[in-house]
């Protein structure tokens, strides 16, 4: 069992940025990936950036590259999504995840996830 808790979220103006962070607690195996997932109102939730916990390998959504950036601290076991550039289509709720499947780009095998945290982007 992953236990995950995100904190960062609020409300920016177009432009702004945010730093969400995820910390992971609980298992005894470290999870392969780690990922940020979010949910606009009346939307499907949809996979943001995902990164491989053993290294540096990420991945992104097309529409936050070169605006959001995915990283860790392994030491403190928190993962981070620096957003910059925001646009009020990024609104959602924005949910961390864990995988421990074998490859950071299946989105669909991250089983574990947190209570989210609501970013809102105002024009």
């Known amino acids: 069992q992953v236990h995950l808790v995100e904190s960062g979220g609020g409300s920016v103006q177009t432009g702004g940025s945010l730093r969400l962070s995820c910390a992971t607690f609980?298992?005894?195996?470290?999870?392969?990936?780690m990922g940020w997932f979010r949910q606009a109102p009346g939307k499907e939730r949809e996979g943001v950036a995902t990164?491989?916990?053993?290294?540096?390998?990420?991945y992104y959504a097309d529409s936050v590259k070169g605006r959001f950036t995915i990283s860790q601290d392994n030491a403190k076991n928190t993962v981070y999504l620096q957003m910059n550039s925001l646009k009020p289509e990024d609104t959602g709720m924005y949910y961390c995840?864990?995988?421990?499947?074998?490859?950071?780009?299946?989105?669909?095998?991250?089983?574990?996830w947190g209570q989210g945290t609501q970013v809102t982007v105002s024009s």
């Open positions: 995840a864990a995988s421990y499947g074998r490859y950071c780009f299946r989105w669909a095998d991250f089983a574990f």
């Open positions: 609980g298992y005894t195996y470290s999870p392969n990936c």
């Open positions: 990164i491989y916990t053993g290294g540096t390998n990420t």
